[in-house]
């Protein structure tokens, strides 16, 4: 029986497990790849934080609500912006190498970058796009320092719930052999969902498995229809799609449609650099329009761009261009889920000592739609603070932050005595269940959604989780083909009883937002989603 028992090893675990340690709890990391195995490696644009004037926590604030589209609960940004630059320096302390330059008075100051949606310059990033694999390391070789057990190549199947409260998985061993490992308590750092789509810059673990487990045990999930399509994914054949950053953008780079017309000029203020979900839906308009499946990016003012993006230069030229004289192909892309396992301001869930933190998490702080680098930064404090609550002996959710309302409709957890139903050992591929998921999910529940689609999208997912049955038993790929139809089967009932488009969730049959839609949908096992209105404050905030 171990103090805490953290699943996943992104940032967010890792956070959690070394604050964990560092209060001299024992600590068990599972997780179901290589440790360094997570899409935090992927990020490329870096962390967002205040750090030095003319920024401020307030104005890092202003921007988040904007880009939340109404949705974002205040408090929970208000503790991400303020807590955030903390977090960012323990990071570097821990051994995370930021970019920086050396200024008149001799000092080593931080590089910060501006990306889309953010009113000035204030991401950190290292090697230049290499943040994430930056942080990863740092994290990992921290861990290596202290008195951390981790388990590699096991997977998470089911949630163990006694007497109410969360004690622990059921998870596979790296040969197929379950076993139940228990905690006092647990925390899901699982990541995100994006291969619930055939076109994402997710890498192939990010299948949704933590919000899977959380639903089948009836814990509360919400916000799961905001799923952010990054515009300017590379056009190539490759899984996970190569994601050209927001920061070329921010760097002058412009997107151009195939007769080289600027076209983001004419569709916001901030043209190029206007939030995300704008720049998706536009992306994906322009390509209907003209008959295209891509628009450009082209990139071609940016000096130096080898040794300021060389993931990204890296990239292009695996794919025969060269970003420095030729325009590069782009298409959206699944990036990021902003909904997740509801969390209050502490990480705890609808299930006692259940926690979530990061991208697994919806902690309120992305809303309607998750502002540019504020992810990292989002498991950097909440992973934190999950472990400042359990060292505090708090074991139940309050009802704040995104959890406000919520736990008055949240059902009973399950006892889950029947973990997943078990598969037959009949031949059936689980990659070609993802992939008939990510066909539908791409197809019907895209950048851009309307009911009949929905309706096509959801009678296809309820055939093809039927056919779960027939998978290979004791397999990871098989777990993951079923957690993705768990989730897509969430996202699509979520989809539909928004009603209106905001944030990253458009409807283009409700293309207006509706002030009665002010609040999250919650769904738990019975795949019915229940609405429940912000508070009373954040109505009256979101009214002004
Ligand atoms: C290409 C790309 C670029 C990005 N750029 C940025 C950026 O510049 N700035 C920013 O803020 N964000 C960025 N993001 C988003 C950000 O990287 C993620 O939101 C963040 O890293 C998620 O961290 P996490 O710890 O929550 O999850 P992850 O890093 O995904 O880690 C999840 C962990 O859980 C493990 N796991 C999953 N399921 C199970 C299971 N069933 N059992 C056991 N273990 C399991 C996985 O193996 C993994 O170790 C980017 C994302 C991508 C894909």
Redesign the pocket.
């Known amino acids: 029986m171990y103090d805490v028992l953290v ?7 890792l956070t959690t497990a070394l604050h964990a340690a560092a209060r001299g709890m024992s600590v068990l990391v ?4 290589e440790l360094s ?4 490696r ?7 934080a205040a750090l030095e004037d003319p920024d401020s926590p307030d104005l890092h604030l202003a921007d988040t609500l904007v880009a939340g589209a109404g949705l974002c609960d205040t408090d929970a940004v208000r503790v991400l912006v303020d807590e955030g630059p903390t977090r960012v320096r323990e990071l570097a302390a821990v051994g995370a190498v930021f970019d920086t330059e050396r200024a008149d008075d001799g000092e080593a100051h931080l590089l910060l970058a501006r990306e889309g949606g953010h009113s000035l310059a204030r991401v950190v990033h290292a090697g230049g796009d290499r ?2 694999a930056e942080i990863e390391r740092a994290l990992v070789a921290a861990l290596h320092r202290v008195d951390v057990e981790v388990r590699e190549g ?3 199947l089911e949630l163990l719930i006694e007497r109410g409260r969360c004690t622990g998985v059921l ?1 596979l061993d790296p040969a197929g052999e379950p076993h139940y490992v228990r905690a006092l308590d647990t925390v899901l ?4 969902a ?1 291969q619930c789509y055939a076109v994402t ?3 192939t ?3 949704g ?2 919000i899977a487990l959380a639903l089948r045990a009836g814990v509360a999930c919400a916000d799961l229809e905001f799923v952010q399509f990054h515009p300017t994914a590379l056009h190539d054949p490759r899984m ?1 799609r190569p ?1 050209l ?1 927001e920061a070329l953008r921010g760097e002058g780079a412009v997107l151009r449609d195939d007769t080289g017309d600027p076209f983001m000029l004419r569709e916001h203020a901030l043209a190029d650099l206007a939030p995300r979900d704008v720049v998706s839906r536009a992306v994906a308009r322009r390509m209907r329009a003209t008959a295209t499946d891509h628009v450009w990016l082209d990139a071609t003012m940016i000096d130096d761009f080898p040794r300021r993006f060389p993931t990204i230069w890296a990239a292009c030229r695996e794919a025969g261009l060269d970003p420095s004289h030729d325009w590069l192909p782009v298409a959206p892309a699944a ?2 889920m902003s909904g997740g396992v509801v969390a209050d301001l502490k990480g705890a869930t609808s299930l006692p000592r259940l926690w979530a ?4 998490a919806c902690s309120g702080v992305h809303g309607a739609n998750r502002l ?6 989002d ?1 950097l404090v909440f992973g934190a603070r999950v472990v400042d609550a359990i060292a505090a002996g708090k074991t139940e959710a309050e009802p704040t932050g995104a959890m406000a309302g919520i736990l008055d409709v949240a059902p009973e957890p399950r006892v889950v005595d029947d973990p997943v139903v078990l598969p037959k050992a009949e031949p059936a591929d689980p990659a070609a269940l993802r992939g008939a998921i990510q066909r539908v999910m791409t197809h019907d529940c895209g950048v851009e959604r309307d009911a009949p689609g929905l309706r096509v999208a959801s009678e296809t997912l309820a055939d093809l989780s039927a056919l779960s049955g027939d998978l290979p038993p004791r397999q990871i790929p098989t777990y993951e083909a079923m957690n993705l139809a768990r989730v897509a089967r969430a996202i699509i009932a979520n989809a539909t009883a928004r009603e209106e488009s905001r944030g990253a969730h458009t409807r283009v049959d409700f293309p207006d937002p509706s002030d009665e839609l002010l609040g999250r949908f919650v769904i738990t096992a019975d795949d019915e989603p229940r609405f429940v209105p912000l508070p009373e404050p954040a109505l009256r905030r979101a009214a002004r």
């Open positions: 699943l996943g090893s992104g940032i967010a675990g599972l997780t179901k790849g195995h997570s899409a935090t992927y990020a490329q644009g870096g962390v967002a943040t994430g096991w997977f998470a998870a750092a699982t990541g995100g994006g810059t997710n890498p673990l990010s299948t498995d933590g996970p994601l950053s990036h990021y933190c990061g991208e697994t540019a680098s504020n992810s990292l930064l498991g």
